[in-house]
């Protein structure tokens, strides 16, 4: 279950990897570690980013990374639980293939099929303009029991071109708010995101909201290596 959680963490960050505006890193040997907070702001849980590998440049590039899973105390699992997975650029546009994270060495014992539409940002993004719809469904066999994952996501919008502080430093990054709405178990609970995308970093903050809109969590960008 902790490698699905990992899957549906890069796919929320993977949802601003652009060229030339890359709201992703580009570099390799790259690490990004985030924290997720509960409702209260208490850690509740870790994720590192690193980047493995970057082919080509500007408008066209693939991207290699790893992310892993880490306990509330910012420590490793034995095993390490971690997905390696690809973002492929192409013509400025992101395209993410959620099929590199099923890999021959990875979740052996589950099978899954991703179908879907990607989010899409502009290079260029300004204040007020709309972004179209996305979805991605996730049908997982994991032998003992059958799941599916539906999300939605609509409602984008740019909000404001901000700087945004937290524990990795200030950032000047695309305010950007999202309706997500995810179904399992045909059990819909619907979500407002507001995440805040730096150029060459990726994903800085992200807060999530009930249909209240009180806040239910948050994550938090807290150390930045090798950029």
């Known amino acids: 279950m902790r490698k699905v959680l990992v899957i549906v963490f890069i796919l929320t960050l993977a949802t601003g990897a652009y060229a030339q505006n890359a709201f992703f890193p580009t570099k390799a040997g790259m690490q990004l570690t985030y924290v997720a907070n509960d409702a209260k702001g208490k850690a509740s849980g870790y994720t590192l980013l690193t980047v493995k590998d970057v082919a080509g440049s500007g408008e066209n590039m693939t991207i290699s990374y790893v992310g892993e899973s880490l306990d509330k105390n910012r420590k490793s699992s034995k095993p390490p639980v971690e997905m390696s997975y690809q973002v492929i650029i192409k013509d400025g546009v992101m395209v993410l293939d959620m099929n590199q994270m099923f890999s021959s060495?990875?979740?052996?014992?589950?099978?899954?099929?991703?179908?879907?539409?990607?989010?899409?940002?502009?290079?260029?993004?300004?204040?007020?303009?709309?972004?179209?719809?996305?979805?991605?469904?996730?049908?997982?066999?994991?032998?003992i029991m059958k799941m599916t994952t539906e999300i939605k996501i609509t409602d984008g919008e740019c909000l404001a071109i901000e700087d945004v502080t937290v524990p990795a430093g200030t950032f000047t990054s695309h305010k950007i708010t999202q309706t997500v709405s995810t179904t399992v178990m045909k059990k819909t609970v619907t979500a407002k995101t507001i995440t805040w995308y730096a150029p060459g970093i990726g994903t800085v903050k992200t807060e999530t909201y009930d249909s209240k809109d009180k806040l239910t969590g948050s994550t938090e960008l807290i150390e930045v290596k090798g950029n």
């Open 105 to 143: 060495q990875q979740l052996k014992d589950v099978n899954v099929e991703i179908t879907g539409i990607p989010v899409e940002i502009p290079n260029n993004l300004q204040p007020g303009q709309k972004l179209k719809d996305a979805n991605v469904t996730m049908k997982l066999d994991m032998v």
